[in-house]
């Protein structure tokens, strides 16, 4: 593979993040692998190409954008721009009004791109939220999304998400559309504004 793998950025429920050299263009991207217990032929290898398609599909300055999907050694991959950056997690306790609601207003553009394309991130927190060292707010890691009318991924009735920005009906583990993600974003200005 033409990726030379610099450091380890994280780990999600969907798989390890690294930043990683791309030799043939010679740029700085993420690498994000599925986990090495999850076995290729279950629904999670199904999901995590879902995810890619999804997001790969979205074009805007506030979503991090998705290079491709790639194979090596038999481990599939999610080639993604690097964002250099905090997290809303590690920045939300020390914003002003005027950075949350800017934050606010950038979030809110990436997802109407994404929910006029019948795309829905189904987890937005903090922990999604990249703050890069410009200001430009991106939402990341479409690894929940659905396509609207693509097959639902999730048992039925079993919820994915994280529980404190969660809309009722996912925590039911109803249907969700694009107004789950709308729920998740005033929670989270809630949380930018009121510090708690």
């Known amino acids: 593979s033409h990726y030379k793998i610099l450091e380890k950025l994280g780990e999600g429920g969907m798989g390890v993040v690294y930043k990683a050299q791309d030799t043939k263009l010679d740029r700085i991207v993420a690498l994000k692998f599925l986990p090495e217990h ?6 999670d290898l199904e999901r995590f190409l879902q995810e890619a398609k999804a997001a ?19 481990k599939n991959f999610i080639v993604m ?7 809303l997690q590690e920045k939300k306790s020390s914003l002003s009004m005027k950075q949350a609601l800017d934050i606010g207003i950038q979030i809110a553009d990436g997802l109407a791109s994404a929910h006029e394309k019948g795309i829905v991130h189904r987890d937005i927190k903090p922990e999604n939220i990249m703050i890069r060292k410009d200001g430009r707010v991106q939402v990341m890691d479409f690894g929940l999304a659905k396509l609207r009318g693509a ?6 009735g079993s919820t994915i998400g994280t529980a404190g920005y969660m809309s009722p009906e996912q925590v039911q583990g109803q249907e969700t559309d694009h107004r789950s993600d709308i729920f998740s974003l005033g929670v989270l200005l809630y949380e930018m504004l009121s510090g708690q």
């Open 38 to 43: 999850v076995s290729a032929s279950s629904g």
């Open 81 to 87: 721009e690097f964002v250099d950056g905090q997290t």
């Open 151 to 156: 097959s639902r991924l999730t048992k039925e």
């Open 56 to 74: 790969a599909a979205l074009n805007h300055p506030n979503i991090c954008t998705i290079h491709g999907i790639e194979e090596s050694d038999g």
